[in-house]
């Protein structure tokens, strides 16, 4: 991301000129060969999709498919501008990524009203205009059938836009002997906020620091995994009470004190890094464990330390991209997630950081574009992999 771009996004009134700068920068791809442009009319705005096609739909057996900013998030979107820009200058040969047997489809930029229209309310661009959230439709949206899509968004229409990706999807879909791998771009505020309280609180509250979301075991059982701390008692997170929204983790105080050591060493380490974890359903469990491992091996002096690079989405039961190939009947579908940290949730605070922080815009193209690496990588590490 270049640095006008990235005060366009912070200026709420320069958002409708960048929108459209980027919407005419994503057209100007379809001057590729077998490279073809769509422009779908949603009642919230223009949706942009990017196909590149094979001549002999006969010959297909992989379609690949990239979600960009179903929400206020913006790896995917400026990783597929980035992946496009390299097959025009030539430094990714377009015949390595036309394969004769794969087509690849990309939606860069999925919710153009939160995308315009950020708020507080609409935390800074996630929302929908009536309010509601894209990500919790998929499941319906391809798999109505499944009694896990019963309760997804009820009360509430499916929205255009999932069924424009429905409808660009059909034929492939219908084809059951195309294998359909699908990769939904996220970043989450979780990541610093989390290891912010890890940091703050758990020495103090030792054995009865209440953990009340999965990412908060999550990021300390990495501690526990990359330094090889010993532990005894299984589980080693434990409910009190079967009704409790939160658990404790079943350490010795001695145990926790080394933890504790730990975290601190590893937050020092990893601070100015990269936040990320790929997430899948159970039908995509073995193909995103190998492209996460692939695309951590190729950036990991830029990613923070993991043991996991890949993650279970079992954490959540909603109709989001991941969970909808577990819902389908077909057989050949993956769905997989990215998640990287957030970098724009309150667009007041981060406006009055770059004002006070003389150092803000280059810290924070340092990070945004460390994203876009990321996401770039793992379009282009996907595209190889079958």
Request: proline fraction near 4%.
């Amino acid at each position: 991301m270049e640095l006008q771009t990235l005060k366009s996004l912070l200026n709420i009134s320069q958002r409708k000129q960048l929108f459209i700068n980027l919407l005419k920068k994503i057209e100007s791809f379809s001057k590729l060969d077998n490279v073809e442009y769509k422009l779908f009319q949603t009642p919230e705005g223009s949706l942009p999709c990017i196909i590149c096609r094979n001549d002999n739909f006969e010959k297909v057996k992989f379609l690949k498919v990239f979600i960009g900013a179903q929400h206020n998030e913006y790896n995917g979107l400026f990783g597929t501008l980035k992946f496009f820009e390299h097959l025009i200058d030539e430094s990714i040969p377009i015949e390595t990524i036309l394969q004769a047997n794969q087509d690849i489809i990309f939606f860069p930029l999925m919710n153009p009203y939160g995308f315009l229209n950020p708020s507080r309310n609409n935390k800074s661009g996630y929302y929908l205009k009536n309010g509601t959230n894209l990500n919790r439709y998929w499941r319906r949206t391809f798999a109505p059938e499944s009694p896990l899509s019963k309760d997804d968004s009820l009360g509430y229409p499916l929205p255009a836009h999932a069924k424009f990706v429905k409808s660009v999807l059909k034929k492939y879909w219908n084809n059951q002997a195309i294998k359909i791998l699908l990769l939904d771009f996220h970043e989450t505020s979780l990541f610093e906020r989390y290891q912010k309280d890890l940091i703050n609180n758990l020495d103090e509250k030792s054995i009865t620091y209440k953990f009340d979301h999965w990412l908060k075991e999550g990021i300390l059982f990495n501690i526990i995994k990359l330094y090889e701390i010993p532990y005894y008692r299984k589980p080693l997170f434990y409910k009190c009470t079967p009704s409790a929204d939160h658990s404790h983790i079943n350490l010795s105080m001695k145990q926790l004190e080394t933890v504790n050591e730990k975290l601190e060493d590893f937050y020092a380490k990893n601070k100015d890094k990269l936040s990320f974890f790929f997430c899948y359903s159970e039908k995509s469990k073995p193909y995103c464990k190998r492209l996460a491992k692939k695309v951590y091996k190729k950036l990991n002096d830029l990613l923070w330390d993991t043991y996991f690079p890949a993650v279970s989405h079992k954490f959540h039961d909603h109709g989001c991209f991941v969970k909808m190939s577990d819902a389908s009947c077909r057989e050949h579908i993956y769905t997989m997630e990215l998640e990287s940290e957030k970098h724009f949730f309150n667009l007041d605070k981060e406006l009055e950081m770059s004002k006070r922080n003389p150092h803000y815009f280059e810290k924070k193209l340092l990070k945004i574009n460390t994203a876009e690496k990321l996401a770039l990588e793992s379009i282009k590490e996907m595209i190889k992999l079958t």
